[in-house]
């Protein structure tokens, strides 16, 4: 009934003061497959009145294109009232500021959401090193009963990902906004996003995982055809595809996660909605577009985690070098390696760091949030959104 009723109208869309149409809810929806409509775009049917919805205090004349029947579903999690309000572009140090200042506001809510992959996690881990200590593992009941529930929290942590992801995105949105939003709830709106960010992260894990296999493979070309200074150039030509192939794909899902979960968009549009933006503002310095603030949040979070790694391995990582520098034999390398890694037993230390990082994983999340309502406000809009502006306008012309 809804949607017959939406198909009798015609609406009038408004993009940053200007409006277009009226269209009809096909065109709409096939703007909205495009990307060029977004949920907070204004809009109004026409034959709403302006003078008349001027004098009412009640009606108000302009909606939201999230609130035209039968156009977005209707389940989207954040429409524009529920939105942070976007502010003026702000600079680097005060997106970095902002994200602490949530992390802090919801440190409760942020805490439990990552104690929902931390706990299987660790419980796998410590089953784990427990093996490691059992002799003939191999027909020990009990390390075969282990190694199971080693699995199992592994699986675990794998299928929980997705709605932490979805959690930090909601999360970060309410607490932004100065609302209070309670574990549970939080919890409960992220399981609906679970299919797509799932199949999300399948795809752009897979593929950061394939191309780092591709890079491995290049370094043992290099280590295994060090003689032959042919095979090191084709190993270079190799690493620079790789290299290319990396940014082309960094570039393209820089904003997957916002996507996915902020415009309850499906996962083709998410992967182009995020290309789009992190291509976008490049009337800017190239230091303020989305893309480079990008950039810069995964390397300062990148050379965190590598401190703390390098810092509870150097001693391994350093032996494990001169192992192989000395060794030629791969099975012989193969065989001492493993052997100091019984040796070394459970590391502690290297434990207490990872945990420390996975308890501050959400401020990376927290950060991307907001540098994506960052990037479409301000001057010249978000990218979905000019091109709504120009598309539109040619349509508009048309009628």
Not at 102 to 123: E, K, N
């Amino acid at each position: 009934m809804l949607d017959d009723q939406a198909m009798a109208e015609k609406w009038i869309v408004r993009v940053h003061g200007k409006e277009y149409g009226p269209v009809d809810i096909e065109t709409l929806r096939e703007w909205k497959t495009e990307g060029r409509l977004l949920p907070g775009n204004e809009a109004r049917p026409v034959d709403v009145d302006p003078a008349a919805a001027a004098a009412s205090a009640e009606k108000a004349l302009w909606t939201t294109a999230a609130e035209i029947p039968g156009l977005f579903d209707v389940g989207a999690l954040v429409p524009t009232a529920r939105r942070p309000p976007l502010q003026g572009r702000r600079s680097f140090a005060q997106i970095l500021a902002e994200t602490f200042r949530i992390y802090r506001r919801g440190f409760f809510q942020f805490l439990c959401l990552t104690l929902l992959v931390v706990v299987p996690s660790v419980c796998g881990q410590l089953i784990t090193a427990w093996m490691e200590t059992v002799p003939n593992v191999s027909v020990d009941p009990r390390a075969l009963v282990a190694g199971a529930f080693a699995l199992c929290m592994t699986v675990f942590t794998m299928v929980l990902w997705p709605v932490y992801i979805a959690g930090v995105q909601i999360l970060t949105v309410e607490i932004a906004a100065g609302r209070q939003i309670g574990f549970l709830t939080a919890l409960n709106d992220a399981v609906r996003f679970w299919p797509r960010v799932a199949v999300l992260c399948v795809f752009v894990y897979g593929v950061f995982f394939l191309l780092a296999i591709f890079a491995l493979a290049i370094a043992l070309m290099v280590v295994a055809g060090a003689s032959s200074l042919w095979l090191i150039f084709f190993a270079l030509v190799l690493l620079v595809i790789q290299v290319w192939m990396f940014g082309r794909f960094f570039i393209n899902v820089l904003f997957w996660q916002q996507f996915t979960v902020l415009e309850n968009t499906g996962v083709s549009d998410s992967l182009r909605g995020s290309r789009n933006l992190a291509r976008s503002r490049r009337d800017l310095p190239w230091f303020q577009r989305p893309l480079w603030r990008g950039a810069f949040i995964v390397s300062i979070w990148t050379v965190f985690v590598l401190a703390i790694t390098l810092g509870s391995e150097w001693a391994m990582l350093k032996h494990y070098f001169n192992e192989l520098i000395t060794t030629q034999d791969p099975q012989a390398l193969l065989q001492k390696l493993t052997a100091a890694e019984q040796a070394r037993g459970f590391n502690i230390f290297g434990f207490g760091l990872g945990l420390l990082q996975r308890f501050l994983q959400p401020l990376l999340g927290i950060a991307f949030v907001l540098l994506y309502f960052d990037s479409k406000s301000g001057d010249g809009g978000d990218t979905d959104s000019s091109r709504a502006r120009s598309t539109s306008a040619n349509g508009a012309e048309g009628e």
